[in-house]
C-alpha cells in the first residue's frame, strides 16, 4: 500500500505535522475511529490492495489512535483531544436538567464542566462496536474506561433505550414539528435527533447525559479556501475536495473514486472516515432553515438534500453490509402521522445525523424505508474526498476471532437483529425489517424470541405505519404496526424514544 505515497512524501508530511507551528493550528484534532478489520459487501476480508475492489477502507488508514487516561477521580481525560470527561453513567434526564445541572457538577474537584456539543460527543464514538443483544453486544464506546449501561428491559426498555444528549439542538424541526436535540448512542452507533417532548404523550424525553471540560475551541472549523478546489481546515488539519461526487454512488464505487482521484498536485485523496466527515457538519444549517445542506458555503455540493458515504463499516447487522453515511440533508423516514392514514416522507433525525445504508443493492425494494421511522434507503449516495490530517497508509492483519455464521437471535420484540456475535460476524439477509434500531442490552432481564401474539394480533387487518395497542403485564402499550422478525410479520412496536 505504500506505493501510493513515497517514503520521501511520508516523511515530509511527518515532520510537518510534529512541528510546533502545525501543532498550533490543530485545535480540533480527530480521534480514529478503531475500526481495524477490511469488509467487502456482505463479508470480512483480507485487507486489499491498491488497485483492488474496497482499497481505500477505515482501516487501510491508521488515524489519531485513541487514548485515555483514568484520572482516579472520576474523570476520564482524552489524551488525544484534551477533553475531560465525566466517568460514571448517571441517569436520565431531561435535556433542560442536562444543561442547567452542569453548573451544579463538581466531580474531580472541577467546577466548569458542561454539556457536550455534538462533535464533542462523537468524538468519543468506537466503530469497532457491534450490535447482538445485552450478552453478545459491544457498546461503540471504550468501557475500559467509561462508565455504560443498556436499556433496562426489566422495566420495559428496549436494550438501546440509552442514547446521550448533546447541547447542540437542531435549528429545525423533526417529524412535522417536534422541537429537537442531537444526540448519539453508543449502543447501536448512531447521531440521532432526539425530540425534547415525547410527541405521542407529551412528557419530557429523558437521555443519558457526560459532561465535558476543557478545549472549549473543540469542533470548531477553520476553513480556507486554496483557490485549486481544495479546501484546508487549519483546526483538523484535513484537505478536503472543494466539489462532491457530482453523482451518487455505491460504496465499493465511492472508496475507487476517491482512490482514483488526482486534483491539486494530489494524488493521495480518500474516502473519509465517519469522524473526518462528520467534522465538517455545520449545525448551525439545515436544508430547512438555511436553505442548504448542513456545510459551510465554501463548499460546493450539488444537492442540498444529500447523504455522503464514509469509509466506516457499520456492524449493524449479523454481516458487515452496511457502511455510514453523514446526512447533510434532512435524515428523512417514511412515516404515519397519528391524525393521518396516509404514510409521508419527512425528517425523522435532522440534518447532521449519523446512520448507515446497505452498501449494494437496489433502492426501489426500499419504497417506504427501512425500520421504525422508515430510515431513508439510498444505497447510492454522493462522495466527498479528503486528504491529509494524520492519516498514514495501515494494513492490519485479519481478525481470527470473526467467523460468518447466521445470527441465532430470533426478534427481540419487535427489536432489529445486530452485530457480531463472540465469535465473529454473522450473516444478514437482505430484506426490511421494522425493529427497533440496534440492541444491546443488557441491565433487564432475558432476550423474547419473538414479538408477543398480543403484539401480532393487535395489527391484524392494518397496514405498516397505522397506529395500535395491546396489553401487557405493565400496562397498555401504544405504537405503529411494522413489519418484525425474520418473517416480516406485521407487529405493534411500542412507541419509545428511538
Known amino acids: 500500500m505504500l506505493n501510493k505515497i513515497s517514503l520521501s512524501g511520508l516523511f515530509l508530511a511527518l515532520f ?54 483514568d484520572n482516579a477521580d472520576g474523570t476520564i481525560t482524552d489524551l488525544v483531544t484534551g477533553l475531560m470527561w465525566v466517568k460514571a453513567r448517571g441517569s436520565k434526564v431531561t435535556w433542560n436538567s442536562a444543561l442547567a445541572d452542569a453548573k451544579d457538577c463538581t466531580i474531580g474537584g472541577f467546577s466548569d464542566w458542561r454539556a457536550p456539543t455534538i462533535k464533542e460527543l462523537y468524538s468519543l464514538i468506537d466503530f469497532n462496536g457491534w450490535l447482538l443483544n445485552a450478552k453478545g ?67 419530557k424525553n429523558k437521555l443519558y447525559i457526560r459532561y465535558v471540560r476543557g478545549n472549549t475551541n473543540y469542533g470548531q472549523n477553520k476553513f480556507v479556501d486554496n483557490g485549486d478546489k481544495t479546501v484546508t481546515d487549519q483546526a483538523t488539519t484535513l484537505i478536503w475536495h472543494k466539489d462532491d461526487s457530482g453523482r451518487t454512488l455505491n460504496w465499493e464505487d465511492s472508496l475507487s473514486y476517491c482512490e482514483n482521484l488526482t486534483l491539486a498536485g494530489r494524488s493521495d485523496w480518500r474516502l473519509p472516515n465517519a469522524k473526518e466527515l462528520q467534522s465538517i457538519v455545520d449545525y448551525s444549517r439545515s436544508p430547512a432553515t438555511t436553505n442548504s445542506a448542513a456545510i459551510d458555503p465554501i463548499f460546493n455540493v450539488s444537492d442540498k438534500e444529500s447523504y455522503y458515504w464514509t469509509s466506516t463499516t457499520h456492524l449493524d447487522g449479523p454481516r458487515p453490509k452496511n457502511a455510514v453515511y453523514i446526512t447533510f440533508g434532512r435524515a428523512k423516514g417514511y412515516m404515519k402521522s397519528p391524525r393521518s392514514s396516509q404514510g409521508q416522507w419527512m425528517d425523522v433525525h435532522g440534518a447532521g445525523a449519523q446512520r448507515s445504508d446497505p452498501k449494494s443493492g437496489d433502492p426501489s425494494k426500499f419504497p417506504n424505508g427501512h425500520g421504525p421511522q422508515g430510515d431513508d434507503i439510498r444505497i447510492y449516495n454522493y462522495v466527498r474526498c479528503v486528504s491529509g490530517g494524520k492519516a498514514i497508509p495501515d494494513s492490519p492483519p485479519t481478525p481470527t476471532n470473526f467467523k460468518a455464521s447466521k445470527s441465532q437471535r430470533g426478534s427481540n420484540s419487535m427489536q432489529r437483529q445486530g452485530g457480531m456475535n463472540g465469535k465473529g460476524n454473522s450473516q444478514m439477509n437482505g430484506q426490511r425489517r421494522g425493529q427497533n434500531q440496534g440492541q444491546g442490552g443488557g441491565q433487564g432481564g432475558g432476550m423474547r424470541q419473538g414479538p408477543p401474539p398480543e403484539a401480532l394480533n393487535a395489527c391484524s387487518g392494518k397496514s405498516q405505519g ?15 404496526c411494522l413489519q418484525i422478525g425474520q418473517d416480516n410479520q406485521m407487529g405493534c412496536v411500542p412507541e419509545r424514544t428511538r
Open 137 to 203: 453486544a459491544k457498546p461503540f464506546i471504550n468501557t475500559k474506561f467509561f462508565d455504560y449501561k443498556y436499556g433496562n428491559t426489566n422495566a420495559g426498555e428496549r436494550d438501546i433505550d440509552c442514547q446521550d444528549w448533546s447541547a447542540t439542538k437542531y435549528v429545525s424541526k423533526t417529524m412535522n414539528g417536534n422541537p429537537t436535540v442531537f444526540g448519539v448512542n453508543f449502543a447501536d452507533g448512531r447521531i440521532k435527533g432526539y425530540a425534547i417532548t415525547k410527541p405521542r404523550n407529551r412528557q
Open 16 to 69: 510537518i505535522i510534529s512541528s510546533p507551528a502545525f501543532a498550533q493550528d490543530q485545535t480540533y484534532t480527530i480521534v480514529d475511529t478503531g475500526q481495524k478489520a477490511c469488509f467487502d459487501n456482505t463479508n470480512l476480508m483480507d485487507c486489499p490492495d491498491t488497485g483492488q475492489s474496497f482499497f481505500g477502507q477505515d482501516a487501510q488508514y491508521k488515524g489519531n489512535q485513541p487514548a485515555y487516561r
Open 466 to 480: 397505522d397506529n395500535c395497542s395491546f396489553t401487557t403485564p405493565r400496562g397498555t402499550m401504544n405504537g405503529n
